[in-house]
């Protein structure tokens, strides 16, 4: 479990629930809290929508006890309004990154692989018809007259955060050499970095923060670390969204950069950390990065701090992207972390906003094939073995997956499993995978949907995903379908 939080006696620290009153407590508890669940019907002049990449209903159970014990709670399980959404996209199962976010935020189902785009476009179509791109809710805020803007720990330009303002037939096409080698010509189909600074939504987000500086920078230069840039086209797209915002505007690259900001200064904030993904969490602290890398929490803060003078509300939209990434590679334990910071992100925007006026919905695009099991004790290393041998003798972890990399580090050569008892566990363990994989896959179960604030008592029951993104627009009047304005 997380340091911060081990117990120093189970039995002390659990004393109370051997009494059945305790339990009797806790329950009149929730009966008393569910009776008197507030419902806030105004409208919400600000929306505040979080995705955790990957997070399942497993992992944020396995987080929990990262946390310190089973029985505690993350941040975006205290908000009032508890609701399940169903992920598959048109044409797959279990569904991407790219399908989920045109869901989430288009309010459209879409084809595997594709993003902003509806049902007619399927993967790698070079040159698809404007009629069948979709418009996000941040383009519904944006024409009411509210302010928007991303917040993410992955590229800017990666699958979920591209929901916000891009529309591509192929969520690989970052940049225009990735075009290029698809075999399509990046004079006529554009990158998703040259969308989000010149097309008509990308272009007016006030924030937008979180990795990927390789996607707008030329392959001839080299970024502030040393990096060198991806693009064909010898464009600098942030020295032009530099000079498109003028004095309004500020690029920052680190985090002592962006903890510096006055937003009483600045009206557009551009924030790229890294040549491509964000590191995780635990990778900045093994590595001394912290004045380099600012954290979730601290992006957040600083999007809300840009975003609260707006007089008329603003929608932002916030992704922990790489609980993702870490469940991919059969990290647990970065994976593990990367929600426990996730949530720390949440509570910082929970207590910093009005809630009076300022919907936050919280949510998955898809889950993962990780599985918690075994039997754990209350007061177990949630990362450790299990006290009971398996059928061949050997002990096993009680948290696993059923594919991936993991595989080749738990199997033997002539067969059979390494004893995980003696193997070291650093961030980067591969927890074991059934079935061996280059990548785990994702999960194709529903996602959890919390939200408090105006209206979040619609984010009930079980819902499809791509209605998500038109809940939000009834609650906060934006968009061409019902409003909650049209009510009262």
């Excluded at 061996?436 to 009930?460: C, I, M, N, Q, R």
């Amino acid at each position: 479990m997380h340091p911060e939080f081990k117990f120093k006696s189970f039995e002390k620290s659990h004393e109370a629930e051997f009494h059945s009153s305790y339990w009797k407590k806790i329950g009149e508890n929730v009966v008393n809290e569910n009776i008197l669940k507030f419902q806030n019907k105004n409208p919400a002049k600000n929306v505040i929508f979080f995705i955790g990449d990957g997070l399942g209903v497993q992992t944020t159970s396995a987080t929990r006890s990262y946390l310190g014990d089973p029985s505690m709670s993350l941040a975006y399980e205290t908000l009032p309004y508890v609701g399940m959404a169903k992920t598959y996209c048109i044409d797959r199962q279990v569904a991407d990154s790219a399908c989920t976010a045109t869901a989430y935020l288009c309010g459209i189902k879409a084809n595997y692989r594709t993003i902003g785009v509806n049902g007619k476009v399927s993967e790698g179509d070079c040159t698809f018809s404007e009629e069948n791109s979709t418009p996000s809710i941040a383009k519904w805020a944006l024409d009411a007259g509210k302010a928007a803007g991303l917040v993410t720990t992955t590229r800017v330009t990666h699958a979920s955060p591209s929901g916000v303002f891009g529309h591509t037939s192929n969520r690989e096409w970052e940049n225009d050499a990735e075009i290029f080698e698809s075999g399509c010509d990046p004079k006529i189909t554009e990158d998703l970095a040259e969308q989000i600074v010149r097309n008509d939504v990308g272009s007016k987000l006030k924030v937008i923060l979180g990795g990927g500086r390789e996607n707008f920078r030329p392959q001839i230069s080299i970024d502030e670390e040393g990096k060198p840039g991806k693009r064909l086209d010898g464009v600098d797209l942030i020295e032009e969204w530099k000079k498109s915002k003028n004095s309004e505007g500020k690029f920052v690259w680190n985090r002592k950069e962006l903890l510096e900001i006055d937003p009483k200064n600045v009206s557009y904030l551009l924030g790229l950390f890294e040549a491509s993904h964000m590191l995780y969490n635990l990778e900045v602290q093994e590595q001394g990065r912290q004045h380099l890398e600012p954290t979730l929490t601290e992006m957040v803060e600083k999007a809300i701090d840009v975003l609260i003078s707006e007089p008329n509300g603003y929608f932002l939209f916030v992704e922990g992207g790489r609980i993702d990434q870490a469940h991919h590679e059969n990290w647990v334990k970065r994976s593990l972390d990367e929600t426990l910071e996730f949530s720390k992100a949440i509570q910082k925007a929970i207590d910093k906003v009005d809630m009076e006026e300022t919907l936050i919905v919280v949510s998955a695009d898809h889950s993962h094939a990780f599985s918690y099991s075994g039997y754990p004790e209350r007061d177990a290393d949630i990362f450790g073995t299990t006290s009971k041998k398996a059928e061949d003798g050997l002990e096993s972890l009680f948290l696993s997956y059923a594919n991936g990399k993991g595989y080749k580090t738990h199997v033997k050569g002539e067969g059979g499993r390494v004893d995980p008892e003696f193997l070291p566990r650093p961030s980067d363990f591969r927890y074991p995978g059934t079935v061996p994989k280059d990548s785990e896959t994702h999960g194709g179960e529903d996602v959890g949907v919390y939200a408090g604030g105006p209206w979040a008592e619609l984010f009930t029951g079980v819902i499809e995903q791509h209605s998500l993104p038109h809940l939000m627009a009834y609650a906060a009047c934006i968009g061409d379908g019902m409003k909650a304005c049209d009510k009262n």
